[in-house]
Nanobody, 122 residues
Framework: QVQLVESGGGLVQTGGSLRLSCAAS????????MGWFRQAPGKERDFVAA????????YYTDSVKGRFTISRDNAKKMVYLQMNSLKPEDTAVYYC???????????????WGQGTQVTVSS
């Protein structure tokens, strides 16, 4: 199994930046594709970004393209979401997710973190 713990959320003004981190534990983190999702109050959980096990392939929802960057460091068992030019509509709880043994996007996620709150003030 994989345990995921997100951190780095907080309050930021419109146009500001945050970097979210996801720390993973488990035997074979490097074989997991990883993703970031977000959920605003009263709304469903939406896909934000994903990265393949190798880090070569990245995917983004249209609303964050050019602003967010997903990356990973397999040696450190970490995945990151660099968020720039933040907007109020980015306000949500952000979740890290892992897809076990999945090498084809869209990934099927098996494990989820507890979430970290991102609030962008207007």
């Amino acid at each position: 199994q994989v345990q995921l713990v997100e951190s780095g959320g907080g309050l930021v003004q419109t146009g500001g930046s945050l970097r979210l981190s996801c720390a993973a534990s488990g035997r074979t983190f490097s074989s997991y594709a990883m993703g970031w999702f977000r959920q605003a109050p009263g709304k469903e959980r939406d896909f934000v970004a994903a990265i393949s096990w190798s880090g070569i392939n990245t995917y983004y929802t249209d609303s964050v393209k050019g602003r967010f960057t997903i990356s990973r460091d397999n040696a450190k068992k970490m995945v990151y979401l660099q968020m720039n030019s933040l907007k109020p509509e980015d306000t949500a709880v952000y979740y890290c997710a892992a897809a076990r043994g999945d090498y084809t996007f869209p990934y099927k996620y098996d494990y989820w973190g507890q979430g970290t709150q991102v609030t962008v003030s207007s």
